[in-house]
């Protein structure tokens, strides 16, 4: 059985926030959200908005591509 997107999107970002070395405290105050906030973008109970999603990639380093699984080819 295939992942939904919302399911896909959490996946994601645990993998990359564990990849990342950082701790969620440090996350969440970069980015303006509580360090529950980021358990619960991990978990998958609330998903990130665009405006959030744009600055935890911009912190991470990553692209928000990589995250929603967008393939430009």
């Not at 990342?20 to 358990?39: F, H, L, Q």
């Amino acid at each position: 059985m295939s992942m939904t997107l919302h399911e896909k999107i959490s996946a994601n970002l645990k993998e990359e926030i564990e990849m990342s070395g950082k701790s969620k405290k440090d996350i969440a105050e970069a980015i303006g959200v509580s360090r529950p906030t980021i358990s619960q973008y991990i978990s998958g109970r609330v998903q990130p908005t665009l405006s959030t999603l744009s600055k935890l990639c911009n912190y991470l380093g990553i692209s928000a591509d990589d995250i929603l699984e967008i393939d430009n080819h």
